[in-house]
Nanobody
Framework: QVQLVESGGGLVQAGGSLRLSCAAS????????MGWFRQAPGKEREFVAA????????RYADSVKGRFTISRDNAKNTVYLEMNSLKSEDTGVYYC?????????????WGQGTQVTVSS
């Protein structure tokens, strides 16, 4: 069992930056690819970014490429999402997820989410 707890969300002006963190419990964190999803009001949850278990390969949604950076620290059981040049359309609840593969197909575990609000 893996429990995921997100933090770092908040209110920021357009063009600003935020850094999200996701702390995982358990000693098997390094066995999972980790990712971030988001859900805007009235919209479906969408993929944002993912990082592989060990080689550090990453994937990003086209809408965040060049602005967001995902990273992980297996020693701290934590995955991060650095978000720069934020836009109003980045507003939503951001969820951390753990999956078997970096494509984040059918994540095994989800966090409860952290709210990100970007004011224009």
């Amino acid at each position: 069992q893996v429990q995921l707890v997100e933090s770092g969300g908040g209110l920021v002006q357009a063009g600003g930056s935020l850094r999200l963190s996701c702390a995982a419990s358990g000693r098997i964190f390094s066995r999972y690819a980790m990712g971030w999803f988001r859900q805007a009001p009235g919209k479906e949850r969408e993929f944002v970014a993912a990082i592989s278990r060990s080689d550090g390969s990453t994937r990003y949604a086209d809408s965040v490429k060049g602005r967001f950076t995902i990273s992980r620290d297996n020693a701290k059981n934590t995955v991060y999402l650095e978000m720069n040049s934020l836009k109003s359309e980045d507003t939503g609840v951001y969820y951390c997820a753990a999956a078997s593969i970096v494509t984040m197909t059918f994540p095994h575990y989800w966090g409860q989410g952290t709210q990100v609000t970007v004011s224009s």
